[in-house]
């Protein structure tokens, strides 16, 4: 998919769990990602924790909204194996090896949920990866925005912080609003 007005066959879903927002001071957590058609059939997943020293992490994840927002249950089971991670380098070759079959030498349209800013930390800690990744994005809160200021469309998503899980609710979503389409055409 070279050309502008090639259009991809598949969507690679991607969710990252970080202890914040800035790639310049935060670490990312865990990475899932999905690659799908566009009748979003699950053709392969992916999905690991990062490793990080334990002492950094926990600092950074008390400081942010992630450690606040989390059920007691998840958040003590998700700290209680931040040690069985990969390191970001084994995540970004599994990665990188993880599309190739399904991509080739075409880029990988990115999607999800305010996508732009996993780019981010695609781009500043997974740049092997982020080379492999098309320049064009399906970003779901783009979706959201449009359908409920526009139409009144409101999708009511559980948010787990937790990156497959993460996915799977922004899968779901995009599929919400082409089907409220679909009815509208009839």
């Given amino acids: 998919m070279t050309d ?3 259009f991809p066959s598949k969507l690679l879903w991607v969710d990252l769990e970080m202890t914040g927002l800035d790639p310049e001071k935060d670490l990312i957590l865990e990475i899932a990602a999905e690659i799908t058609d566009f009748n979003f059939k699950t053709l392969s997943t992916y999905e690991t924790r990062i490793k990080h020293p334990a002492d950094k992490v926990v600092k950074l994840i008390k400081a942010n909204n992630w450690y606040r927002d989390q059920v007691p ?3 003590d089971d998700f700290l209680k194996h931040l040690d069985e991670g990969k390191l970001p380098s084994v995540a970004e070759e599994e990665l990188v090896d993880f599309i190739q079959p399904y991509f080739g030498g075409e ?3 990115l999607a999800g949920n305010s996508i732009h800013n996993d780019r981010n930390f695609i781009k500043h800690y ?3 990866f982020d080379l492999k990744l098309h320049y064009r994005m399906v970003d779901v809160s783009s979706w959201k925005v449009v359908m409920n200021a526009k139409y009144g469309v409101v ?3 559980d948010s787990t912080h937790r990156a497959f899980d993460d996915i799977q609710a922004s899968i779901a979503e995009l599929q919400y609003y082409l089907d409220w389409f679909k009815t509208k055409n009839k």
């Fill in 155 to 157: 999708f009511d998503k």
């Fill in 73 to 75: 249950e998840n958040r």
């Fill in 126 to 128: 997974l740049p092997k």
């Fill in 4 to 6: 502008k007005d090639d």
């Fill in 107 to 109: 880029p990988a349209v």
